[in-house]
């Protein structure tokens, strides 16, 4: 028997598993694709080497405190080789009709930089900092209130609830309407994709927490993403565990009690496994699909009545020749063609993305050894793919192969628009819709982000470390917050949910 079972080797599942693997813990990671890594996996097409999932991130920097926390914990986990590279600073440009504007870390620089382009708006600016920090603080009790047991997180609610409940059911859009310039709006809202959700829709406490935790700079891992699975699954290794790939769990086991093991489909066989705990890192609507329908039955309707949140697609094209100089960079660029940041693509290939990001990893990774490559992102509604979701089986219809020709084309456009230097350098493009990821990580819809990003899925009791059904607890971002880091954060949650001890590495960010 295994100490414990983790569904789903991402970057939540590894993180729970290396953790428990630091604690002497045996662990069994089933992948049902055949690269470990989820979104953080990279893949390659001839010269060109793309990662899926990682642009860039916080909290891997040199800086003590929070600045540093992601890092230390990351060396901790792994082999002690995982490095990375700082970005640009600015780190993210924002690009509206008639306005570029970078925005810079310290945070302290981006609002110097804020007053000295809107001196007409000192207080606006002023008044958004000093919410972004309160809103931060509330977004911690949050974290506590998901990972808590019952009787800890009660108290916790009454002594902290109402702050945490007053931003989370504020919307970020409620937030930019005291702020009278609509540029000085669109650059507050412009980032809300790091997220997920809109600003209409988006909790103001989300966007404080994402776009602050790149205050002490931005990030990429050298060597690619892929170096993340590449470093922690030793740890797992070391302990007696094990990561097994092309194993896709059917059915997590109940003794009646309690969750006992999984039952999973691997080489065409059906296997089982048991352990003492096991841990989902497959996102809560994935992990519901695989319960019997008597074992937690209230809470599987409750999840099933979350919605998952918004699709995107992601265009990766490769150049040949010097990117650098024709224009590329290691800072991100968020491009709206209006300043109305808070539109979604509903035609897509029909007319132009309202705002796309445009990333230069190869840039980002002094590692790199492949020709450049850039990504193109735009937040997209799922229902114009509606007809092809579900199981794919054999090749696509030739509609849906029009359609995704029809959005490569518009995004290649769009994009060469913005970067016309360089047409000349490229060679390569490929486009993945919302159908590829509910492909390759098993994402509802093709959601970027697993569950809608709102104050439902804040505070709802649904999306906590512990479910309902004894022995099984829950990995990765649906239980904290979206992208790598709050991914990773989750899986670490789980795994000191069953290794107490683990909470002082939590506190400290390792040693």
């Known amino acids: 028997m295994w100490d414990?079972?983790?569904?789903?080797?991402?970057?939540?599942?590894?993180?729970?598993?290396?953790?428990?693997?630091?604690?002497?813990?045996?662990?069994?990671?089933?992948?049902?694709?055949?690269?470990?890594?989820?979104?953080?996996?990279?893949?390659?097409?001839?010269?060109?080497?793309?990662?899926?999932?990682?642009?860039?991130?916080?909290?891997?920097?040199?800086q003590p405190g929070p600045g540093g926390q992601f890092g230390r914990l990351l060396q901790w986990l792994g082999?002690?080789?995982?490095?990375?590279?700082?970005?640009?600073?600015?780190?993210?440009?924002?690009?509206?009709?008639?306005?570029?504007?970078?925005?810079?870390?310290?945070?302290?620089?981006?609002?110097?930089?804020?007053?000295?382009?809107?001196?007409?708006?000192?207080?606006?600016?002023?008044?958004?900092?000093?919410?972004?920090?309160?809103?931060?603080?509330?977004?911690?009790?949050?974290?506590?209130?998901?990972?808590?047991?019952?009787?800890?997180?009660?108290?916790?609610?009454?002594?902290?609830?109402?702050?945490?409940?007053?931003?989370?059911?504020?919307?970020?859009?409620?937030?930019?309407?005291?702020?009278?310039?609509?540029?000085?709006?669109?650059?507050?809202?412009?980032?809300?994709?790091?997220?997920?959700?809109?600003?209409?829709?988006?909790?103001?406490?989300?966007?404080a927490l994402v776009t602050g935790s790149y205050d002490a700079g931005a990030y990429y891992p050298v060597g690619g993403p892929a170096r993340f699975a590449q470093t922690l699954v030793p740890t797992i290794e070391a302990a007696g565990g094990e990561v097994r790939l092309g194993c896709d769990a059917q059915r997590i086991l109940s003794d009646g009690s309690r969750a006992c093991g999984v039952e999973y489909l691997c080489g065409g066989q059906l296997r089982r496994e048991a352990a003492g705990t096991v841990i989902s890192a497959i996102g809560v609507a994935n992990t519901v699909a695989c319960l019997g329908p008597g074992d937690a039955a209230a809470w599987q309707r409750t999840v099933r009545g979350l919605a998952p949140g918004l699709a995107y697609v992601a265009l990766y094209l490769g150049f040949d020749g010097d990117v650098a100089a024709a224009g590329a960079g290691t800072a991100n660029h968020w491009i709206y063609e209006s300043e109305d940041i808070g539109a979604v693509w509903q035609r897509a290939g029909d007319e132009e993305a309202?705002?796309?990001?445009?990333?230069?990893?190869?840039?980002?990774?002094?590692?790199?050894?492949?020709?450049?490559?850039?990504?193109?992102?735009?937040?997209?509604?799922?229902?114009?793919?509606?007809?092809?979701?579900?199981?794919?089986?054999?090749?696509?219809?030739?509609?849906?192969?029009?359609?995704?020709d029809r959005i490569a084309q518009r995004l290649l456009g769009q994009f060469l628009r913005h970067f016309p230097g360089l047409r000349p350098l490229l060679r390569f493009h490929e486009l993945a819709t919302p159908l590829t990821q509910q492909r390759y990580v098993r994402s509802p819809r093709g959601a970027m982000y697993g569950i809608e990003m709102s104050a439902q899925r804040l505070t709802s009791p649904a999306l906590h470390v512990r479910s309902p059904l004894p022995g099984l607890l829950l990995a990765g971002q649906d239980v904290t917050s979206p992208g790598v880091q709050g991914a990773f954060m989750g899986g670490l949650m789980a795994a000191a949910a069953m290794e107490p001890a683990l909470w002082r590495r939590l506190g400290g960010g390792g040693a």
């Not at 428990?20 to 390659?44: D, I």
């Open 79 to 207: 082999d002690g080789s995982l490095q990375f590279s700082a970005c640009a600073n600015p780190y993210d440009i924002i690009h509206l009709p008639g306005l570029e504007f970078g925005i810079a870390h310290p945070e302290s620089a981006f609002r110097d930089a804020l007053l000295a382009r809107f001196p007409q708006q000192r207080d606006a600016i002023v008044g958004w900092f000093e919410s972004c920090a309160a809103a931060r603080r509330a977004a911690f009790t949050l974290f506590a209130l998901h990972s808590a047991p019952a009787l800890l997180a009660w108290g916790l609610r009454q002594w902290r609830g109402g702050e945490a409940d007053r931003w989370t059911h504020r919307t970020l859009a409620e937030e930019l309407a005291g702020i009278t310039d609509p540029q000085l709006r669109a650059v507050l809202g412009a980032r809300w994709a790091d997220h997920g959700a809109p600003p209409a829709q988006a909790p103001f406490v989300e966007h």
């Open 354 to 404: 309202p705002g796309i990001f445009v990333s230069f990893p190869s840039l980002k990774d002094p590692a790199s050894h492949g020709k450049p490559t850039a990504e193109v992102v735009a937040m997209v509604d799922a229902a114009a793919f509606a007809p092809w979701f579900g199981p794919a089986a054999g090749p696509r219809p030739p509609e849906y192969r029009a359609l995704k």
């Open 4 to 62: 414990a079972i983790v569904i789903g080797s991402g970057i939540g599942g590894l993180a729970a598993s290396a953790a428990l693997a630091r604690r002497g813990r045996r662990v069994l990671v089933l992948e049902q694709h055949a690269v470990a890594g989820g979104l953080t996996q990279t893949f390659r097409r001839g010269d060109w080497t793309f990662a899926t999932g990682v642009h860039y991130i916080g909290g891997v920097g040199p």
